[in-house]
């Protein structure tokens, strides 16, 4: 061919071809030099192989390979950058010599055509051995035996070769080229199976992507792209936001702007499935593929788990070995075992109301169009979903009812389910079933606790429309402490709030909060207040002297970790948008640095002779069958007890009168039922006075 007729290849089969043309020659060569050192001819396949592989004659063998070499070299130059040179690609990912390349070639050529299995086999003396020994690849290249000792060392068990699982080597030293890798040469962008299903292709999805996040990642990414390859392989771009607030989309979005593919890598599968040991292929993938890696979710991650620690150590070590582009995501920072790279971090907030509004009517018209869309604004006003919550609650709906119409009351039921599953685990709902009618207060005490309601109602006017928001910063929520004797109705003014605006209320459990290993009380709480904020909850925390009590003196390491907790806790309640009401029958023993922060408090006094006469009312249903001759008066003056008491003792004396020929209420049942909860109560049972009460 001459100067002017050489011309690039035109794709990365005739690439192949020239490159297997240059094993033809090394294996003319050695079969010339095994022919010379014996006496008797070669056997009948390998002249039949050389009659119909040879095109230039069988001499010169060295001046021949230096040609076809740099002829290789000229035409790869001149191939246009829109033709795909496989074998380039890979010597250029994988940072691969000219010697360890050729080793490659060497491998792959069996799978491709069965005679260079039989002429390796013969010689290197064994039937078999249809694959090259390490041995047989030095001594085809290098005839020189000094030459061969000094390439050893370029292919040993520390190249990429090997390292990256490019060529793998069987018990009898044969090395085969890895299925994957063939593929890719011949030119399959398909994902290797062995890393299927756990990592996959991020496609677009309905979502709400924040236009100056998508900004501030893209140059992120650009920057990154920009880098040398060894610095590139140090940097993590790692995203940080709840699950569903859009954190793929947005790294996809930030890719597709560079025409860079995106894949997933499910960490928690990979561990759960014991598959650490395919990480490097998983990784290697995103070299062949050319796209960028998305790796999720880290914080599901048990830090301090062997398992977890094998894993965390393969993927940096390989991390770093892949010059590419690579995202992190979780809720929350990376932890300490990414402290050898440089992270940049980027926090996706939840969205606000009118974002929430706008996705929840454009997947209403799209998922469940037989919908009003002005279900959109409660739905977004209740419920602080991501936009992957919102998708999941129409899709799994959509599922459903196959076409069929959706209630508000399905709706609403199918956001609290997706919400309230956490909270469960660390708090018990409680059915807000009462009314302002029903509580028995001072009027200035009914006032301030209406006052607490239309805070509630009007939080959005306030603080988004009127802008006192960004004023504040934090405390943008309502804190409420509710104090008083125990039974003065401080849960039962919590579920009255929590039925007046329509929203859930849950009681907190501290056992399942509060943790005696140092950490957990603070997950456990960030967990609840998390929980909380999808749905809108209304935190209700009973006895808070418990908790929040006046702060120790530190004299030991466990005084000062209660007392961070108590200040978790109180950052935790000033970033919560939502109520958090605390009950105590002690007030005094409460922190003054935690009353201080309070918004609201209302002390419930011991009710007065007048209030306790409307408790016992009410207390009785339409349905009871109450006698004539109860003495509400008498017993309101008689008793100086709270509601919570009063509660009791009508429950339990309609138990007894269900259980008599009467059926009813009187009395008899009533002073019986006094006697018992005032003998709980540790109470002395003034017989005079149920004397006075019985006539």
């Known amino acids: 061919m001459t100067a002017s007729a050489i011309a690039g290849y035109t794709d990365g089969l005739e690439h192949l071809a020239a490159e297997l043309r240059q094993l033809d020659l090394w294996l003319y060569r050695r079969l010339h030099a095994v022919q010379s050192s014996q006496t008797g001819s ?35 130059e001149l191939t246009p950058t829109t033709v795909w040179l496989p074998l380039v690609a890979l010597a250029r990912w994988f940072n691969l010599s000219a010697l360890e390349l050729a080793a490659l070639i060497s491998s792959l050529a069996p799978q491709l055509r069965r005679d260079y299995g039989k002429i390796y086999a013969y010689l290197q003396g064994e039937p078999s ?27 040993a068990a520390h190249s990429l070769l090997f390292g990256a699982q490019l060529l793998e080597s069987s018990s009898s030293g044969g090395l085969t080229i890895d299925p994957r890798i063939m593929q890719f040469i011949l030119g399959s962008g398909t994902l290797d199976s062995r890393v299927q299903p756990w990592l996959h292709w991020v496609k677009p999805a309905a979502t709400l992507i924040d236009v100056p996040l998508q900004l501030q990642l893209r140059n992120l990414v ?87 620690n094998s894993l965390l150590h393969t993927l940096t070590h390989w991390l770093s070995q892949y010059h590419w582009l690579t995202f992190t995501a979780g809720q929350s920072p990376l932890p300490a075992a990414w402290h050898s790279f440089t ?11 009118a974002w929430r509004q706008q996705f929840w009517q454009q997947q209403l018209s799209s998922g469940l169009p037989q919908v009003d869309s002005a279900l959109a ?57 009462a009314d302002f009618s029903r509580l028995i207060l001072p009027a200035d005490k009914l006032a301030q606790l209406q006052e607490i309601v239309n805070q509630i109602q009007q939080h959005d006017r306030v603080m988004n429309q009127w802008g006192f928001a960004q004023q504040l910063g934090y405390g943008k929520g309502i804190s409420v402490l509710f104090s008083g004797p125990p039974g003065t109705g401080k ?56 908790l929040f009590g006046k702060r120790t003196q530190i004299s030991d ?57 409307r408790i016992w009312q009410q207390h009785f249903p339409a349905a009871a069958p109450v006698s004539e001759n109860l003495d509400y008066n008498g017993l309101a003056k008689q008793l100086a007890i709270a509601g919570g008491n009063i509660k009791n003792i009508v429950l339990n004396a309609a138990f007894l009168a269900a259980g008599t020929e009467e059926k009813q209420i009187n009395m008899p049942a009533i002073l019986h039922a006094t006697r018992r909860e005032l003998d709980k109560m540790g109470k002395l049972f003034d017989e005079q006075s149920w004397v006075n009460l019985q006539k």
């Open 377 to 433: 604004i409660p739905l977004a006003k209740q419920f602080e979903l991501t936009p992957g919550q919102i998708s999941q609650v129409v899709n799994t709906l959509a599922a459903q009812h196959h076409g069929q119409t959706v209630t508000a009351t399905e709706l609403n039921q199918a956001c609290q389910q997706l919400t309230q599953a956490a909270l469960r685990q660390l708090a018990t709902r409680i059915e807000p079933h």
């Open 222 to 308: 650009q920057h990154q792209l920009g880098l040398e390859s060894n610095l590139r392989s140090r940097q993590l771009i790692h995203l940080q936001g709840k699950d569903g607030v859009g954190k793929r989309q947005l790294a996809l979005a930030a890719c597709q702007h560079f025409r860079l593919p995106l894949l997933a890598l499910d960490l928690e599968t990979v561990l759960r499935g014991e598959l650490t040991h395919r990480l490097p292929l998983a990784l290697r993938e995103t070299l062949l593929s050319q796209a960028a890696l998305y790796l999720y979710p880290l914080d599901r991650l048990t830090p301090g788990d062997p398992a977890t």
């Open 42 to 76: 070669l056997p009948e396949f390998v002249t039949a192989w050389l009659d119909t592989t040879a095109t230039t004659p069988l001499t010169d063998f060295d001046r021949q390979l230096e040609e076809g070499a740099a002829l290789i070299q000229t035409r790869v």
């Open 491 to 546: 849960t039962l003014a919590a579920t009255v709030i929590a039925h007046e605006l329509q929203l859930n209320l849950f009681k907190i459990d501290l056992a399942n909060v509060v943790s005696k290993y140092i950490g957990e009380t603070e997950k456990n709480l960030a967990q609840l207040f998390q929980a909380a904020t999808a749905s809108s909850a209304i935190l209700f925390f009973d006895e808070a002297d418990a």
């Open 557 to 613: 390491a466990h005084d000062r970790y209660a007392n961070l907790e108590v200040s978790y806790l109180l950052q935790q309640m000033e970033e919560y948008d939502g109520i958090v009401i605390l009950a105590t029958n002690l007030r005094d023993n409460l922190d003054e640095a935690f009353i201080r922060r309070i918004r609201f408090i209302v002390e419930f006094p011991f009710p007065d002779a007048e209030h306790r006469q």
């Open 129 to 155: 051995a249809s694959a090259p020994t390490l041995d047989f690849i030095l001594e085809l290249l290098f005839p020189n035996e000094r030459e061969r000792w000094q390439a050893r060392p370029f292919l």
């Open 343 to 353: 992270v940049v971090s980027l926090e996706l907030p939840l969205p606000a109301i």
